[in-house]
């Protein structure tokens, strides 16, 4: 199997670190090397986090190089436009559709661009979902990057019974249900 490509890019504070937890969870419990590799931007005051999974019969680093990535998981618009350029021609974006401004946006010194999601699906295949939408109906807006995660999981080799396994062992024991949850309405999407 050739190495596979997934990155995973958020806001600080959108639970991008738990998530590649989980994917890495899944990826070794299928019998891969994995390697993982996470950028914490200025992630305490609500800058980038990008995370990287590579997963395979043999991962020589945890990189994913630019035009390499296979899935680019975006927790936001604006960083799903920010990290394209890492997917691969036959990639997906999978880009939960929710704007947070960044600071300087706040600050007035830009602009937050217009029609982030219309205009990557005229160069990338795109999955749009409002995560936050269906956490809100399940009560709890902290599981919406484990929605997303359920829409990516669909794109991938594993079974359900395998990725509740990894939540129920990785997530804290109080949060298990809620995100087992979240994950089969991501994966029935």
């Not at 401004?101 to 600050?107: C, H, K, N, R």
Request: proline share 3%; glycine share 10%; net charge negative.
């Amino acid at each position: 199997m050739e190495t596979k490509n997934i990155m995973i890019v958020g806001v600080g504070g959108q639970g991008t670190l738990l998530t590649s937890r989980i994917l890495g969870g899944v990826m070794l419990d299928g019998g891969f090397e994995v390697k993982m590799s996470e950028v914490h931007g200025m992630a305490q005051r609500g800058g980038s986090v990008v995370t990287f999974v590579r997963y395979g019969e043999e991962v020589s680093e945890p990189i994913v190089e630019e035009g390499c990535a296979d899935v680019l998981i975006a927790f936001e618009r604006l960083e799903a436009l920010r990290y394209a350029h890492f997917l691969k021609k036959d990639g997906v974006i999978i880009v939960n559709d929710q704007r947070m401004d960044p600071m300087p946006v706040v600050m007035g010194a830009a602009k937050y661009p217009e029609n982030i999601i219309e205009d990557l699906s005229k160069e990338y295949k795109v999955i749009s979902v409002d995560a936050m939408a269906e956490a809100k109906k399940l009560g709890n807006t902290k599981v919406f990057n484990v929605v997303i995660l359920g829409v990516a999981a669909k794109h991938m080799d594993f079974t359900i019974e395998q990725w509740n396994a990894v939540i129920e062992r990785i997530v804290k024991p109080k949060f298990v249900e809620i995100n087992k949850e979240a994950f089969e309405v991501g994966y029935r999407l």
